[in-house]
């Protein structure tokens, strides 16, 4: 069937991970000859929404909508072609109390048995849906692409790193806090942060970190930008030395991606699906939440220039295997087609 609607929380044009990707896939399936329409769903409107779509029709959920749509999805699941997308479990969000958290396991491993199918970035998302219930057969893991510029950075080994990049929503789960804190024990070397993302999905998280920065004295040398769009990203990969970006949980990763199609050396956890996308070779994963480690990787990356160039030469080898966008979205669609060969689940 050649027409696919495509369901997201919100407008599908902001600036984060899983909306740049969602857009990717959107737009590749659209050049490939599909009829896609996007509902940019609101709560009060769900209801309206799942209503107007005819019978039978691909319709493809993004795992963010999820929360309020139970009713819905068990009312539509038999009378609509329905697929999930889970960028990453809803209660890996840090910050959710822990009977939000469970709510949201609950709630996932409730509907998502109901789907045909269940489209992934990764195998530890992946394995998280297993965990729900849900077959494995009715699950595809494919990882977005990644736009690659026409020449990654090449690091000169005996210059020193000092500009370091952070590009991420702050949010509780990406980890500002703790990347303030280890620099605050850093304030004797020559570094500064670029900290590119957007101020606004998490006001009380900004204000702390805001606060964080202006008790460590580090207000000229750590500079949050809000969002920025992808040209002026791009440049930021360019201008960088090293990039960091300590999450708590990432179902994959695509800023990680970005910073190594760029050449960058990498500091990171090793907290969800991380380790699958930065590998070893390319930078120093560090246990979420451990300023003390954060801030030994740091320090390795800032003193030894030859440590942060043989990272570079790794992260540009990994960033040149990843796969770029007319690949993922052939892969997408096959997924896409496998899925919806499956009848609704009982």
Known sequence: MKRVVFVVLGRLDQLTGGYLYDRHIVEGLRNRGREVE????????????????????PTIIDGLALPGLEQVIADQRRRLALLALVHHPLAEETGPSNTDAAALVALEALVLPWFRGVLCPSRRTA??????????DRIAIVPPGTAKPPVANRRQSRRPAQALLCVASVIPRKGHRVLVQALRRLRFLDWSLLCVGSLD??????????RMISAAHLDRRITLTGEWPPELVTRAYRAA????????HE???????????????MIATTAGAIPETVPR????????????????ALQ???????????LAAGSRAAGARLPGWPQAIDQWERALN?????????
């Open 38 to 57: 996007v509902i940019e769903l609101t709560p009060k409107a769900a209801g309206r929404a799942f209503a107007s779509i005819a019978d039978g029709t």
């Open 127 to 136: 394995a998280a849906v297993e965990r729900y219930g849900v077959s494995p």
């Open 201 to 210: 999905r998490d006001p009380p998280t900004t204000r702390a970190v805001r």
């Open 241 to 248: 030395d090293v990039f960091v970006l300590p999450s708590f």
């Open 251 to 265: 179902g994959y990763g695509m800023a990680y991606a970005e910073a190594m199609a760029h050449g960058l050396p």
């Open 281 to 296: 070779t390319a930078g120093l994963l560090v246990p979420p939440g451990k300023a003390t480690a954060l801030t030994r």
């Open 300 to 310: 390795q990356m800032l003193v030894r220039p030859g440590l942060a160039a043989r």
């Open 338 to 346: 496998r899925l919806l060969a499956h009848e609704p689940p009982p």
